[in-house]
């Protein structure tokens, strides 16, 4: 049997994971991988498809391409959307559907509007073929649809409108392991791409001062350990028309197959400590590191950053301590900061730090000088993922 043909598909990424996210799925087996600006363009079979959904940490989506079309107004994109798919077989009246919007091109600049004029197409041509229509579900759609406007350049390609299949259908940094969340948690794809960044790879310590609900520990055993980010919800491309569900099963028992007790080549994981001075929320990181079945080798301790002795052998740091926008007051903050210096020259050396910052007077305070930058956003705020060399 011939396999069946690669589609194009974009990786939605938060920005600044870019690199990492192409190289996750470029070793996942996406072909065709390019970087994007908040977006990884890649190729997938069927089957690749799938494994990207159960095991890439990194994306906040999948995007499937339906159609790419020339798209000057209103009418293109109406017309251009009743043609871009066989609907007949993706969208009868019975599946329920949601569109989403992103971009601008030919005057059609407000996404609610475009999202619209796309459910309208699709409504009208349902009726016109069975009579009857589907209906919209926000919440929980059978299918949604994502639609994405480019405006295009001058001298060069004209505006255009990619209209996709959202695999996933809800955000793929939820996996499910987190029920319980501290003040300001990481997105669970964000904390696993700040710790590829770091190119930790189990076999030396790793220790959060701050540890919060355990998000950037979690992911970064789940991913030493191969526990497959997507084995624990459900997915919108298991209700397309297309679905093969003994290929999903095959690919969902590679997935399941990937855990172990060790590191890949059989040695043991090193330590991993947390942190963290709110009893109620240490609380949340033991039962969200339960949920996700690592509970086992991540030592979690409550107490205050000023008192945190790491192991004996040096490591990786990872911290997103509070930087002012949502929790405590700058002075505190500062004086924490130059606290948190203090102790990590005085018991940290030969270690490697990654902060998290989103206010740089506050990392001054630390009287160290980074020697990496890695411009990221967690929740639209503008921040910095700071490596420091501890001597
Ligand atoms: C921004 S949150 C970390 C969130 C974490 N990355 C997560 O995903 O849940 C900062 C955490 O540091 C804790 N914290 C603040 N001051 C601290 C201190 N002096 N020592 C230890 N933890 C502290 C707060 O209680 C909070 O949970």
Redesign the pocket.
Known sequence: MASPSPFDVIAVVPPGLEEPAAAELAALGASAVRPLRRAVALRADPATFYRLHLQARLPFRFLRQLARFPCHGREDLYEGVQRAADWERWLPPQLSFRVEASGSAGGLNHSHYSALQVKNALVDLQRHLWGKRSSVDLDDPDVVLHLHLSPGRPGGAGPEAVLSLDGGGASLHRRGYRAA??????KENL?AGLIAHTGWDGRVPLAD????????LIEAACRALGRAPGLERDFSLERWPDFDAALWTQERSVAVALARHTLADGQPLAPIVG????AN?LAMARTNAAAAGVADWIDLQQ????DFRPPDAPGVLVC???YGDR??ADDDLEA?YGDLGRMLKQRCGGWTLWLLSGNPALTGALRMKASRRVPVSNGGIDCRWLRYDIR
Not at 275 to 278: A, F, L, S, V
Not at 303 to 306: T, Y
Request: with cysteine.
């Open positions: 969340m501290g003040l300001a948690p990481l904390a001062p701050f540890c919060g609900s355990g998000t950037l942190m963290e001075r709110e929320v107490g205050d950053c000023r997103n301590p509070p929790l405590g924490l």
